[in-house]
């Protein structure tokens, strides 16, 4: 596996493969890699003959206070992992190589970056949809791959490549899970043990209401304020429960079928995400 850490050395290499006429499939992440990562670099591996994995932890995504400086960051063990699952090149960049000192464009899409993480994160999808776009156009890869698990993030970038006209095909994975249904994340680590008995409440929550609806529940916004009572009252300090529908991720009304429920809750010091969309 090659380990690049200078973009216009990574530009050399992946044209070397399309000049070969062999396409890319790209999957950017923040390290700290787990079996959800993982499963999207065996995603990728089905679409295309090299796999680019990206690991920058991007500070312009993060807020004032936020975990930016204690961000997992196992780096020889991602390499460890990347190596047997055949990827062909990690690019590592530092801050330095990714952002100019005076850079003055954001990449902001409008609306839904405000909603829900974005409300509770200002300038978070700013961050993201910035730093995404540039990993874009330095990897000028065929096809992305990205997980369900961050599924406003997806929304984000999919209205991103959409308006811009970026030519790559992005493709999603669904949630790995751990078996009590955690959804995997680097974040868990942080989880204290106690906290982590309580966290696949998230997750099973979520299923709740999910059956609730399929049952015929028609009360949304009653389904929304119990399932933040129940969060309330597991130890979770809530910032968001919500029934969206999944296209556009406005709030869904009864006579709406295609579904995503979407959660964001604290427990202590770690700040879980999780969602479940399905159709009713
Ligand atoms: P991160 O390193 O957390 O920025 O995540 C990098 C990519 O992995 C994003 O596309 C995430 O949505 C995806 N991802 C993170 N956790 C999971 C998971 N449990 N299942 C599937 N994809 C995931």
């Not at 807020?63 to 204690?70: M, T, V």
């Not at 776009?133 to 991103?160: E, H, P, S, T, W």
């Not at 868990?188 to 529940?217: F, H, M, Q």
Request: glycine fraction near 4%; charge should be neutral.
């Amino acid at each position: 596996m090659k380990i690049i850490t200078a973009v216009d050395k990574l530009r050399s290499s992946v044209t070397q493969w399309r000049l070969a006429g062999e396409s890319i499939a790209f999957v950017p992440t923040m390290g700290n890699l787990h079996d959800g990562h993982l499963q999207l670099i065996s995603e990728a591996k089905k679409h295309c003959q090299h796999v680019v994995v990206s690991i920058f932890v991007n500070p312009t995504q993060f807020c004032a206070g936020e975990d930016f400086a204690s961000y997992p960051r196992t780096i020889s063990d991602d390499q460890q992992k990347l190596i047997t699952a055949g990827v062909d090149c990690l690019f590592l960049p530092e801050v330095s190589e990714m952002y100019c000192p005076d850079a003055k464009t954001v990449v902001s899409v409008a609306g839904l970056s405000r909603l829900y993480c974005g409300a509770f994160r200002p300038g978070h999808f700013d961050g993201v949809a910035t730093v995404v776009c540039k990993l874009f156009n330095m990897v000028q890869a065929d096809v992305a791959v990205f997980g369900q698990k961050d599924f406003q993030q997806l929304a984000v970038i999919r209205i991103m490549v959409r308006d811009l006209n970026i030519p790559i095909k992005i493709i999603s994975v669904a949630t790995i899970r751990e078996a009590d249904g955690l959804a995997m994340s680097s974040r868990n680590s942080y989880l204290t043990p106690a906290e982590r008995l309580i966290a696949p409440l998230l997750y099973r929550l979520l299923s709740d209401v999910k059956d609730a609806i399929v049952a015929g529940t028609a009360s949304f916004r009653n389904l929304e304020k119990d399932a933040l009572q129940r969060l309330q009252a597991a130890g979770f300090v809530p910032d968001y429960f919500t029934i969206c529908r999944s296209f556009d991720l406005n709030a869904a009304e009864s006579e709406d079928v295609d579904l995503v429920l979407l959660v964001a809750a604290r427990l202590g010091k770690t700040r879980l995400i999780d969602n479940i969309c399905f159709y009713r």
